[in-house]
């Protein structure tokens, strides 16, 4: 099993940055892909980037340009980094994982998540 948790969330005014992590712990049984969605009120969840087994990056249109994720293996920890902040970028931002190589940014693809981590913007 991987347990998650999210870190970093908050609130900022329209154009500001805040630097998400998400930390896996567990014991694991192999390599997982990992994932960063977000879930504003009334809304979907939908996927914002993640990072494959193989290191492969993909990072939704929507946040393309301000937002970049990366992985450090040695610690288990998944980071999002999000400059240029919008009041639509409003949501719960939340990390899953899944012992897959093939993923997309769907909810379906991934087993295992975190709580999430609340992040708000303001105009």
């Known amino acids: 099993r991987v347990q998650l948790v999210e870190s970093g969330g908050g609130s900022v005014e329209t154009g500001g940055s805040l630097r998400l992590s998400c930390v896996a712990s567990g014991n694991f049984y192999g390599r997982f892909s990992m994932a960063w969605f977000r879930q504003a009120p009334g809304n979907e969840r939908e996927g914002v980037a993640y990072v494959n087994i193989d290191g492969h990056i993909a990072v939704a249109d929507f946040v393309k340009g301000r937002f970049t994720t990366t992985r450090d293996n040695a610690k288990n920890t998944l980071y999002l980094q999000m400059n240029n902040l919008r009041p639509d970028d409003t949501a719960k931002y939340y990390c899953?994982?899944?012992?897959?190589?093939?993923?997309?940014?769907?909810?379906?693809?991934?087993?295992?998540w975190g709580q999430g981590t609340q992040v708000t913007v303001s105009s």
């Open positions: 899953a994982a899944a012992y897959k190589f093939r993923v997309a940014l769907r909810p379906s693809d991934f087993e295992y």
